[in-house]
DNA sequence: TACAACAGTGCTCGGTGCACC
DNA sequence: CGGTGCACCGAGCACTGTTGT
């Protein structure tokens, strides 16, 4: 702990002999400057190691060069790399990331919000825990800083959006498991009160499509954002009756996936052999598992750098849009056929 | 997007007939307020729906309300946890949690540091990318507000510090190995610039002592916080000299860990019957893997409430002190013995 | 006269930007 | 054109002045 007030823009002044005014207009690069005033303000800031206060910036100006970024749960390692490519566009264009944790909880997120307006933040992003409620349109109409979601959605709001064509993935990944013979496919998954699930289930109907069986034997479940339901249900649907047990199974999310393999742990079942799986997300730590899980993909790294672009396009000026990110299905071992699942279960049931 | 210029105290006095620092003394609980002047500002407060500025709050007063962490890599489910247990005690009083991800490098950690100074945060939190560091240890000392590190160390500073007693969880791993018979050990984990890692070297080498053989061939690998460092010492070490081929392997970290039984798939190990196995740290997505891995564990979400209550106590005048908690190890199904161990490598090499 | 309970003034925090010279 | 003075952002706080009892 130490003492010594820091230094002021007075000081500065008084040090180079100008008025305050006129070093304010040095340091934001006023055009109207001589260069020796210039000179000397620069020298006698360096001299005095002034740095410009950001919270009196902040009352006067009413920005902050900080961004707000509301999320559900920045553990999700999803998050954790969206959050990587927002600091590093936002870093290098001097603005400060300010992460907040949403909780799990609606309330507690329109807490967050309101809470970063009242500290000026010159932006907002945001990937709540629920999107198209009345109530966070009501907030995010009523915000007059720029804000940009990320993989959600709101209607009829002008106001920008980075999202994932989610749909494409998951349905090149069911239509191969339908090439590959499967008509009983299950797709765990999430919440439903936000986007990608609501895409996710899209993409599997779209992809049952091209066969009318699948369609009557395929079936989704949503819920919730845990891996103890994912789990839960899983052990559900491959312990009900033998004669309607799915074939192949498709994990929407982190915590779906995890669900979904503790299950298959607990049951003592071998993704790829006992009934063929494809998580949608990749995970980095899926790598230490054989087989190799297929899986379906998607940049949120990317996501991040092109959502941290378009609000500081919006903060420019630039009218707030939307764009899209592609996600691709990668099949790797545990895409397997109807017929080497079928086989194996026959002859488990031999024994 | 809206405007309405924001109610400020004058408004509140004008609506409540009183004078500005009348309100003033109100909202802050001065004593000379009589009953009736106290509801008509309160009354006139919450008709208008006023909440104080923040910003020009901490000009004037030069504090905040909110706490900064700085931290090496949030993304880690270890600093995720603590993160939690830090907003459950800061948010229940008031106070508002900004993260900061160092992005594992130093310079960006003293910066984002200097950056809530200037921001007048009311207290500092720390799990830096490195530790005692003569740079760190300078900024640090001239903080002039609480500063408390969390799992990281700092000598002779008067600071507050919340740390894991690392040494018992790894040593009673260890001692368990020896007492299944092992002696060629390998302990692989991060960087040895912070406590954590230091601590668990202690800790195994004193779980070496008691066993000279085990001293003797038993060695550790310390390098970086990356799972290919990891993966790559590990192959390095399980494909070189049969002879000296370790019979236990320790991983400390995610990082680590996750290297480690990459490095296993690849090399088609399998922990508990090649090789035996305690991973430090336990991590939630392990559960999926059969045969369980055994594991040292300690309560992150314990720490972080641990150290908001601490930073909180200093705010309040409280002398800096420092904490211990605990870490303990779990036997699960790869603390195999090295008969066990051994058997099976000789069968394979039979074949 | 003494005191409680305000009103009102004015300076402070650190900067910004417009009007004016 | 170059530069200065000053009001202002929204609040905190100390101090003087006023009123009623």
Do not use: C
């Not at 940049?299 to 672009?309: L, V």
């Amino acid at each position: 702990m130490t003492k010594s007030r820091q230094v002021t823009i007075h000081d500065v002044a008084t040090r180079a002999g100008v008025a305050v005014s006129s070093v304010s207009r040095v340091l934001s690069n006023h055009p109207d400057v001589s260069i020796d005033m210039k000179r000397r303000v620069e020298d006698a800031a360096r001299e005095l190691g002034y740095s410009p206060d950001p919270v009196a910036q902040s009352l006067r100006r009413g920005s902050s060069r900080l961004i707000g970024y509301v999320v559900r749960d920045f553990a999700t390692p999803f998050f954790s790399d969206v959050i990587e490519g927002l600091e590093s566009v936002l870093n290098s264009s001097g603005y400060t990331l300010l992460v907040m944790n949403g909780g799990g909880s609606q309330t507690q997120e329109i807490e967050r919000m309101t809470m970063l307006k009242q500290r000026r933040v010159d932006g907002l992003l945001l990937s709540t825990v629920v999107d198209s409620t009345p109530k966070l349109r009501k907030i995010v109409s009523a915000y007059d800083k720029p804000v940009v979601l990320i993989d959600r959605d709101l209607d009829n709001l002008d106001i920008g959006r980075t999202l994932f064509d989610h749909v494409t993935g998951i349905k090149a990944a069911t239509n191969d498991l339908v090439n590959l013979g499967h008509t009983s496919m299950v797709l765990v998954t999430g919440s439903p009160d936000v986007r990608p699930t609501r895409e996710r289930v899209k993409g599997f109907l779209e992809g049952l499509m091209t066969s009318p069986e699948a369609m009557k034997k395929s079936f989704e479940i949503t819920g919730a954002f845990s891996a103890a339901f994912a789990r839960k249900e899983t052990t559900a649907v491959m312990t009900g009756n033998p004669a309607k047990r799915p074939t192949a199974i498709l994990s929407g999310g982190v915590q779906a996936t995890i669900g979904v393999l503790e299950s298959f742990s607990e049951l003592g079942i071998r993704p790829g052999r006992d009934v063929a799986l494809v998580v949608v997300d990749d995970l980095p730590w899926l790598r230490i598992l054989r087989p190799r899980i297929s899986a379906v993909s998607r940049d949120a790294e990317a996501m991040g750098r092109a959502a941290a672009t378009m609000i500081l396009d919006q903060i420019g000026g630039v009218k707030p849009s939307t764009i899209y990110l592609p996600t691709s299905y990668e099949a790797r071992d545990t895409s397997s056929s109807l017929e080497d699942v079928m086989a194996y279960r026959t002859k488990m049931q031999r024994k």
